[in-house]
């Protein structure tokens, strides 16, 4: 039912901003919490950020906060990620999800994924 597709993924100095794009599908986008999850080699997919489909609240990894920010804009269907302050530690892949339960802290309530973004951070 929803298509996630991400974008804006790249080779970034550390120090450096990326902003990461989450264009869905569907009429009921509107309706569903979102969420930033990443995956380095060798280690476990681990939450990252997450908004309410109202927009007003969000959750972040203490890994990331005050450097990340999660936002959406429901009229054109998606989800940022602005990363800023990047370290070497956040070269991951980065997936976007979707799902409608809250709090969406927890990866195993997502139903749908995106493809995944490669975001490097070199030193």
Same mark, same amino acid.
């Given at each position: /039912? $929803?298509?996630? $597709?991400?974008?804006?993924?790249?080779?970034?100095?550390?120090?450096?901003?990326?902003?990461?794009?989450?264009?869905?599908?569907?009429?009921?986008?509107?309706?569903?919490?979102?969420?930033?999850?990443?995956?380095?080699?060798?280690?476990?997919?681990?939450?990252?950020?997450?908004?309410?489909?109202?927009?007003?609240?969000?959750?972040?990894?203490?890994? $990331?906060?005050?450097? !990340?920010?999660?936002?959406?804009?429901?009229?054109?269907?998606?989800?940022?990620?602005?990363?800023?302050?990047?370290?070497?530690?956040?070269?991951? $892949?980065?997936?976007?999800?979707?799902?409608?339960?809250?709090?969406?802290? !927890?990866?195993?309530?997502?139903?749908?994924?995106?493809?995944?973004? /490669?975001?490097?951070?070199?030193?």
């Amino acid at each position: /039912q $929803v298509q996630l $597709v991400e974008s804006g993924g790249g080779l970034v100095q550390a120090g450096d901003s990326l902003r990461l794009s989450c264009a869905a599908s569907g009429r009921t986008f509107s309706t569903y919490v979102m969420g930033w999850f990443r995956q380095a080699p060798g280690k476990e997919r681990e939450f990252v950020a997450t908004i309410h489909w109202n927009g007003g609240t969000t959750y972040y990894a203490d890994s $990331v906060k005050g450097r !990340f920010t999660i936002s959406r804009d429901n009229a054109k269907n998606t989800v940022y990620l602005q990363m800023n302050s990047l370290k070497p530690e956040d070269t991951a $892949v980065y997936y976007c999800a979707a799902t409608r339960s809250w709090p969406g802290t !927890f990866q195993e309530t997502y139903a749908y994924w995106g493809q995944g973004t /490669q975001v490097t951070v070199s030193s």
